[in-house]
Structures are given as structure tokens and as C-alpha cells.
T-cell receptor, first 109, second 115 residues
Framework: RKEVEQDPGPFNVPEGATVAFNCTYS??????FFWYRQDCRKEPKLLMS???SGNEDGRFTAQLNRASQYISLLIRDSKLSDSATYLC??????????FGAGTTVTVRA | SAVISQKPSRDICQRGTSLTIQCQVD?????MFWYRQQPGQSLTLIAT?????????ESGFVIDKFPISRPNLTFSTLTVSNMSPEDSSIYLC????????????FGPGTRLTVL
């Protein structure tokens, strides 16, 4: 079983729509979680950390469910610039990160 | 966050040759990592570059194939040795891992094509 699994998508949504997707992780001892964004032919960039209580950053909301070992990301009022691959990332607990394969989101005009 | 640069940004190499990739950070960092991202795949950790000692390799990666140097706290190199077309990937260095819950920041990557 992969350490981090994501729905690859693609999610194709119109501007202004809400899109949400999840990932699951296998290591119940994982302590910290992140969403990274990767644009085509670019390096991954931190979008936001994910906290146990859930957290928002503008139009982005992240949730963590430790019992079910899944993490979600919701994007409200989608913009064209939100088109990217979103990587679910889990800290293995030894300074190292495990990456999901990514969820592709395309926002169309 | 630190500013990270990599050289070269891309290269096309012949089978059987080796390529050394450089990673430079604008400030001293404790942890540096090397990743590989194969076409259409996510990132896979190759090794942790340790300053002053041998790198720590992940399962499936060996020093003979991917020798790593870390002479100081701002610089590291990764060599891809005896290349084959299967080594065609993007290679990325990253820093961080010790603060902010283990957040890492990535260099721009080196796009390698092996013919």
C-alpha cells in the first residue's frame, strides 16, 4: 500500500466553482501534513499546512481526520490561476516527507 | 524561506555517462534532501545529504548510482552515474524538515533526459 494515496482527477471545474478532494495516508504515527501545489514543469510549493482543527487560508480550506487517516482540501470561488496539481504530503516523523501522486485541477473560463 | 538554485536546469545526456547536479542555498541549512520525479509521477526521496558525513539513502537507491556530496551547510551535489534512459527524470533538492512541522522548500529542479 502506498504511504499517501490521492484521487488523481482530473477535476475540471468552471471559474467560481467549489472543488474538493481528499487523500489518505497509511502511517497512523504521522504528525504533520501539508498541501503543496505544483505547476507544470515547476517545483512543488507549499500551499498550506494542515492542522487537526482544520484551517483556512483565503479560499482554501484544509481538514484532517486522524481517525480515518484522511486529509482534504477545498477550494472556493475557483480562479483560472488555481489550475495546478495539488500534492498531499505527510511528514514521516523523521524529517522526511512522503508525497502523494497529486490531484490535477483545471479551472476553465 | 531560503532561496535555492540548481545547476544545470536541464541536460540531455548519453547512456553510460554521468551528470553532477549542484544545489546552492542562500543561507545555512541543517537538512538537505534530494528527490526524483519521474514523468507523470510524484516525488520520491533519494537521500538525505548530511554535512560532513555520508548521505543517508532511501530503499532502492545506492551510493554507487547516486553519489552525494555535502561539503558545507549551503551546498550539495548529486551525481547520476552510468545513466540509462530510465534515469530520465526531474531531480530536485530541498531544504527544511526541522521547523514548521517539517516543511520543506524546493529548488527549481534539473530536468534530465538520457538518450
Amino acid at each position: 500500500r502506498k504511504e499517501v494515496e490521492q484521487d488523481p482527477g482530473p477535476f475540471n471545474v468552471p471559474e467560481g466553482a467549489t472543488v474538493a478532494f481528499n487523500c489518505t495516508y497509511s502511517n497512523s504515527a504521522s504528525q504533520s501534513f501539508f498541501w503543496y501545489r505544483q505547476d507544470c514543469r515547476k517545483e512543488p510549493k507549499l500551499l498550506m499546512s494542515v492542522y487537526s482543527s482544520g484551517n483556512e487560508d483565503g479560499r482554501f480550506t484544509a481538514q484532517l481526520n486522524r481517525a480515518s487517516q484522511y486529509i482534504s482540501l477545498l477550494i472556493r470561488d475557483s480562479k483560472l490561476s488555481d489550475s495546478a496539481t495539488y500534492l498531499c504530503v505527510v511528514n514521516r516523523g523523521d524529517y522526511k516527507l512522503s508525497f502523494g501522486a497529486g490531484t490535477t485541477v483545471t479551472v476553465r473560463a | 524561506s531560503a532561496v535555492i538554485s540548481q545547476k544545470p536546469s536541464r541536460d540531455i545526456c548519453q547512456r553510460g555517462t554521468s551528470l553532477t547536479i549542484q544545489c546552492q542555498v542562500d543561507s545555512q541549512v541543517t537538512m538537505m534532501f534530494w528527490y526524483r520525479q519521474q514523468p507523470g509521477q510524484s516525488l520520491t526521496l533519494i537521500a538525505t545529504a548530511n554535512q560532513g558525513s555520508e548521505a543517508t539513502y532511501e530503499s532502492g537507491f545506492v551510493i554507487d548510482k547516486f553519489p552525494i556530496s555535502r561539503p558545507n551547510l549551503t551546498f550539495s551535489t548529486l551525481t547520476v552515474s552510468n545513466m540509462s534512459p530510465e534515469d530520465s527524470s526531474i531531480y530536485l533538492c530541498s531544504v527544511g524538515g526541522t521547523v514548521q512541522g517539517g516543511t520543506q522548500y524546493f529548488g527549481p529542479g534539473t530536468r534530465l533526459t538520457v538518450l
